[in-house]
């Protein structure tokens, strides 16, 4: 059988894919560093449930596969709002460029903050507060490029920093996500492939792990004020290996009804399944289900919910906004809002 240079590019994506699932059997639940990777990007992607690697086809594709910006036909920018778990808060801005017929690169920043926190000490006057404030949080700075080589075929590439930090600690590490998507002679159905956050570990490091030791207690007279640097474990990043379909079951000029589902292999948990579906009547309305986490044991998430409008103007841009609902069993439900602009 004849191979073309597509071919081989897709079979080489699924044999790192392989071995890059292949070390991981068991769940390995909070034993990878920058886990804000795994907050899903996008409203329109959420209120599917999050099965989107094959559909990806606006700006929240550098987040989903890389692949997809190669569909973004004119310029698109993406502005998200997560009001996350416990008060935290996860913005993300991309934007996708559109610089040959078929081809696009895109950027993308990620930021996950929470309101600065009051130190407390174990000192009986300091245990209600001393005044001081510290801060966290999480950030990821993306670059992607994206290319349909045929019809059928798309290959995307990002990479990306990351960084985290806690009062005067930081860490930060590089990665790369590459994806690609394939589109059938099935009804146009697609097939999607993406490994997400493939690179180095990451330590913390800074002031606060400078100390005075004193190298030997038993020893009058000597140098008890010696400096010293604690040393922190490396984490690895939350790597994750997406694998779908999605195809149009419904697709006439005024109704739409697509049908997506993923398979996902983190190497961080156990393998789970998203499935969802979007109607759009007109590509105007956008009503869209799904459900999160399914088979993965002990999950919180659950059934998604979402809608979306569009606004198309006769010689300008296009706006839209859309709205998803995630349940996230005991915890409170998520609400992710999303502000799209195509010009």
Known sequence: MKTTPF???????LLVAGFAASGFAVSKVGTTAAPFLGIAIGARAVGMGGAFVAVADDATALYWNPA???SVEHFATNLVHTDWLHDL???VVGAVLPIAEGQSIGAQ???????????TTTNQNEQDGTGVFYSAGSMALSGSWGKRFTDRFQL?????????WIWHESASTMALDLGSIYRTELNDMRIGVSISNFGGKMTMSGRDLIHFYDVDETREGNNDRVLAETSTDSWPLPMLLRVGIAMEVIDNDAHRLTVAADALHPNDNNEYMNLGTEYAWHEQFMIRAGYKS????????GFTFGLGVRLHTR????????????????????YKYSLVISY
């Open 89 to 91: 808060s996860y913005n």
């Open 294 to 301: 399914l088979f993965l044991p002990n999950s919180e998430e």
């Open 7 to 13: 071919s081989r590019i897709t079979a080489l994506i």
């Open 109 to 119: 920043v990620a930021l996950l903050s929470m309101p600065d926190q009051e130190i």
């Open 156 to 164: 995307g590439l990002t990479g990306k920093y990351i960084r985290e």
């Open 315 to 334: 010689s300008g841009p296009t706006f839209g906004f859309d709205g998803a609902y995630e349940d996230f069993g005991r915890f409170d439900a998520i």
């Open 68 to 70: 997809g910006i190669s």
